[in-house]
């Protein structure tokens, strides 16, 4: 196996089989290259064995891509050992139980370019050092990091995934070469200033700061992200309006703000996104009514929250002409009115039932049962989960069973009154016996009738 080149063994469940791995290599040192191995994948296995035991007897300076992700059970830490694969361009250790810190020497690695130690449970920080890598892709979320260096943000990084830390601080400024930034859930601190850097990346096409505790407004800025297409800033403490340059996030398909203290009506230089999808301002204190250009100019969105604000006023008609829209909710606002007949049928109208419009005490029509002016009858539609198509199935076995019941026993007394003749003739008998009982019951009460009668 000395020339083997290439091993993929993804998810094959190898269980204690890292011994064998290990067992061709066994005597070959940290300076050997007589291994010709460049590309390894063991991902999605259950190998447990501590990580260094057997994978830098692997040493080689040929390996380009090694992937241990998924499911795996890798102790240990990302030690100074990691300096031994010079020609690592591609290194996952995703979903495994590596510890302590991250060696300076990761850094150094002069060929690597994508990093993925995610989900894993890393301490320390990431260091400055990174700035001189050639890494591109590094996720480090999930794990219980602490402190990144400034610096790191003006790295040659174009993605970076540090969400679901412990990350304490205020957020640097950007480095021009970041495409896609996920910061969600930290502890950041502060404001946006730094959107308006003028470092920052107008190709940036993914930003997610949400769950965690930045302040102030968002500033008017964003002309700068003409390729942004999610914006995440859900679960902070922002206040303000949204900015008019929102008009032009030209490609912006998700947008959440909810669970902020976001005020004021909605702008119409919002109506030119008209690429979003998914749409969530829910627990705000956004007002004025439920803009009808919704409707009208974003004809391509699947989600609409704007639940727990003080909108007010009737819902729009317009909303109807959401083809695409498959979730709605308008619950916990000062609606009033009659819902048009059109949002009934809805798919999210049928799943979430009542719920997606209470406590708008003074909405009516359906799906909310209370009656509108004029109204004859109020017809409430079957919810999702309440629909009669089980007890239509159960009826339809039951016919078919009784109906099969009956065949059953019909044929088997006909056989049985062909085939065993004395089973027919006290059957006959029994027949004659009791059509003569019958006749005379009938003819005793039609005597007694008359007699009542006078007849």
């Not at 447990?48 to 992700?69: A, G, I, Q, R, V």
């Amino acid at each position: 196996m000395s020339k083997l080149e290439e091993l993929q063994m993804d998810g094959v469940f190898m269980g204690k089989a890292d011994n064998w791995v290990m067992h061709p290599y066994s005597q070959v040192n940290s300076s050997s290259s007589s291994s010709s191995i460049f590309d390894l994948d063991l991902g999605n296995n259950k190998l447990n064995s501590s990580l260094y035991n057997w994978l830098f007897p692997l040493t080689s300076n040929k390996l380009e891509n090694l992937n241990l992700d998924g499911n795996n059970q890798f102790t240990g830490s990302l030690s100074n050992d990691i300096q031994h694969f010079s020609s690592l361009n591609y290194l996952d250790l995703y979903n495994n139980r590596l510890n302590g810190t991250i060696s300076e020497k990761v850094w150094q690695l002069p060929k690597l370019q994508t990093l993925d130690i995610s989900s894993n449970s890393l301490q320390g920080g990431i260091s400055k050092n990174i700035r001189n890598s050639k890494i591109w892709d590094i996720d480090v979320s999930n794990n219980s990091l602490q402190e990144v260096d400034s610096e790191v943000y003006m790295s040659k990084v174009a993605m970076i995934d540090m969400s679901s830390n412990n990350i304490y601080g205020t957020i640097p400024n950007i480095s021009s070469t970041v495409i896609w930034l996920d910061l969600s859930k930290n502890r950041l601190y502060g404001g946006l200033s730094f959107l308006c850097g003028h470092v920052v990346n107008p190709d940036l096409y993914y930003l997610d700061l949400s769950n965690n505790s930045l302040t102030g407004k968002i500033p008017d800025c964003l002309w700068h992200f003409k390729e942004l297409q999610l914006l995440d800033l859900g679960y902070n403490k922002l206040f303000g309006k949204i900015p008019s340059s929102v008009n032009l996030l030209k490609n912006l398909k998700e947008l959440y703000l909810n669970n902020n203290n976001f005020s004021g009506q909605l702008p119409l230089s919002l109506s030119s996104c008209t690429k979003l999808i998914l749409i969530d301002l829910g627990a705000n204190g956004f007002s004025g009514s439920v803009p009808f250009w919704i409707g009208e100019k974003l004809s391509l969105l699947y989600a609409l929250s704007l639940t727990s604000n003080n909108f007010s006023g009737t819902i729009p008609s317009q909303l109807c002409q959401l083809a695409n829209l498959h979730l709605l909710d308008l619950s916990k606002n000062n609606l009033h009115g009659t819902i048009p007949r059109c949002l009934s049928n809805l798919t999210a109208m049928v799943q979430e039932g009542l719920s997606s419009y209470q406590p708008n005490v003074r909405l009516c029509g359906l799906p909310v049962s209370k009656y509108c002016p004029g109204d004859k009858e109020l017809q409430i539609p079957p919810i999702l989960g309440e629909n009669n198509g089980d007890d239509d199935k159960e009826n339809i076995w039951f016919y078919i069973g009784g109906a099969i019941g009956f065949a059953i026993g019909f044929w088997t007394v006909c056989i049985v009154l062909l085939v065993y003749n004395p089973g027919r003739r006290a059957f006959f008998h029994f027949m004659n016996t009791l059509e003569s009982w019958i006749y005379v019951k009938v003819m005793v009460f039609i005597s007694k009738l008359q007699r009542v009668t006078g007849r």
